[in-house]
């Protein structure tokens, strides 16, 4: 017996659920033994897969949020599944680039319909694609807590899409034969676009036959982007999470960088090129050092951002900016510096002999955390303060603590 999602939402699974959350975490063995004793009539197969869903919904909960308890999962889908805030965000913004109220929209390679439910929530009239029928199913049930959604399930290259106004796809960067990871999976990450599902050449005729919004590895190059399109890499939470590709005429510009936050009363923050000129170099390190979000790196926007916020770079090769006044921005985070310190190995580590354990920033150089630590070999002081030393292109060492 494979249980269905729909039979994920019946009355026996719902009252397993209930049993569940009065039970609390416990061992997945031992739960599964106590509700097959307590529910004897109800098959082994769905109290498993009952008990399945809900480690599902505890390992989601960074990704979709309160979503991940009222959703039918799978554990493939879920990896791959786009974060609730950012789906919400993307959806907003489709909606604003079509300029229609209530758009018909499809979700090519739906998943389990996490940006499905996004756009049913927006306002749009959903149609969900998938090959696979059981995420087919399972996205039509999610997808639904926020709004009608229409389902088809086959291949999206199939599909016809003349009845819909713009379309959503995110191809499948995974191959799921792959030999079992660490946390039991069995999916690794396809570099080569042209081997996503759907290919990444086909997402590119596609679009330029109706409005299209793809959603992208963080790593796919610029030059695999029709020139007339909009590549939008999106941080939340501290991570760059997805390039979204806005295929014309949804592009308004040919990079952007934006910050999703994770504290739905704070709105998302972008930033896109205007000034072609170079940041200025400082001629000195200032009260703060800046550092810019990973998109805003990934954007190639770090000069744009020092614009913007009268900010300097520490280098002109540096990502690095320092200033006198912390930037109001979403876009970067500020550090107040606490000295400078000596770039050789053995001075270094005993300009930091009374200090805690410490945080090697180095994503300025080329030169992993791991190996710095084996470079200077620091010994925590126990019980003293940690810190954060950033490491910058041009021979610059600097203590830093938060603000």
């Known amino acids: 017996m494979t249980v269905t999602p729909l039979e994920l939402r019946s009355a026996e699974a719902s009252a397993l659920r209930a049993e569940l959350a009065a ?65 919400r965000y993307r959806a907003s913004q489709l909606i604003g680039r079509l300029g229609l109220e209530h758009p018909r929209v499809a979700d090519l390679g739906c998943g389990i319909g996490v940006d499905a439910r996004a756009l049913a929530e927006a306002g749009c009239e959903v149609t969900v694609v998938d090959r696979d029928p059981w995420r087919c199913a399972a996205a039509v049930l999610n997808a639904e807590l926020s709004g009608a959604v229409h389902t088809l399930c086959a291949d999206v290259r199939d599909v016809d899409l003349s009845n819909v106004d713009a379309a959503f796809v995110d191809p499948a960067r995974r191959t799921p034969n792959a030999p079992r990871s660490i946390d039991g999976t069995r999916s690794t990450k396809e570099v080569d676009p042209a081997s996503w599902s759907p290919p990444w050449p086909w ?26 399109a909009e590549v939008e890499w999106i941080d939340h939470d501290g991570d760059t999470v997805e390039a979204c590709v ?28 205007s000034a072609d000129s170079p940041a200025p170099v400082a001629a000195s390190i200032q009260a703060f050092l800046v550092e810019p979000t990973p998109a805003v790196r990934r954007a190639g926007l770090v000069d744009e951002l020092a614009h913007r916020f009268d900010l300097h770079r520490l280098r002109s090769e540096s990502h690095w900016l320092t200033t006198d006044t912390v930037p109001a921005t979403q876009l970067a985070r ?15 580590r005993a300009a930091l002999a009374d200090r805690g354990p410490v945080t090697w920033k180095t994503n300025d150089v080329p030169v992993s955390a791991v190996e710095q630590q084996r470079r200077v070999r620091h010994q925590p002081v126990r019980g003293a303060e940690p810190t954060h030393v950033v490491l910058a292109a041009g021979g610059i060492v600097v203590e830093v603590t938060p603000t």
Do not use: C, Y
Not at 248 to 258: F, H, N
Not at 334 to 348: C, D, G, I, R
């Open 203 to 228: 997402v590119v005729q596609t679009s330029k036959a109706l409005p299209l919004a793809a959603k992208a590895s963080t790593g796919l190059p610029i030059s695999a982007v029709p020139v007339n």
């Open 23 to 87: 039970v609390g975490p416990t061992n997945a063995l031992d739960v599964v033994t106590r509700l097959r004793r307590q529910f004897p009539n109800v098959e082994a197969e769905l109290v498993s897969a009952v008990v399945t869903q809900a480690e599902l919904a505890r390992r989601g909960e960074r990704r979709l949020g309160s979503w991940a308890h009222d959703m039918v999962l799978e554990p493939i889908a879920l990896e791959q599944a786009t974060r609730r805030d950012v789906a």
């Open 334 to 348: 500020a550090w107040s510096v606490v000295a400078e310190l000596p770039t050789q190995a053995k001075a270094l």
């Open 246 to 273: 806005w295929f014309a005429p949804l592009a308004s510009t040919r990079k952007r960088a934006t910050v999703v936050p994770a504290d739905p009363s704070q709105q998302a923050e972008s930033l896109v090129a």
